[in-house]
């Protein structure tokens, strides 16, 4: 499957973005689906995840409240819904698909499908 992230953008603090992820060459259903970001000179970090049936999420703390992700399967789509963006925010978000692992995982080699970024920057 292929994966094309979108709706990056410059924005201030406080402010909101919606990130797509439209799969093509498969269907999304079949895959727990995640979002990463990377900021310049750090390591990928794992942002939140979603189930197959999209009823279980998950998130790391620094996101939790602001952040949502959601899917819509039928669409082959994934969104992460940022709202009360942060400077600290600002990073490279990656989407990306897991065949084997639980959506619980953090880890990125867990995720076998990587879509390019969209590059996300929050002015203060």
């Known amino acids: 499957v292929q994966l094309q992230a979108s709706g990056g953008g410059l924005v201030q603090a406080g402010d909101s973005l919606r990130l797509s992820c439209a799969a093509s060459g498969g269907s999304i259903g079949g895959y727990a689906m995640a979002w990463f970001r990377q900021a310049p000179g750090k390591k990928r970090e794992f942002v939140g995840s979603?189930?197959?049936?999209?009823?279980?999420?998950n998130y790391v703390d620094s996101v939790k409240g602001r952040f949502t992700i959601s899917r819509h399967n039928a669409n082959n789509t994934v969104y992460l819904q940022m709202n009360d963006l942060k400077p600290e925010d600002t990073a490279v978000y990656y989407c990306v698909a897991t065949s084997y692992a639980t959506f619980m995982s953090h880890a990125p080699q867990d995720y076998n499908y990587w879509g390019q970024g969209t590059q996300v920057t929050v002015s203060s």
């Open positions: 979603i189930n197959r049936s999209g009823v279980r999420k």
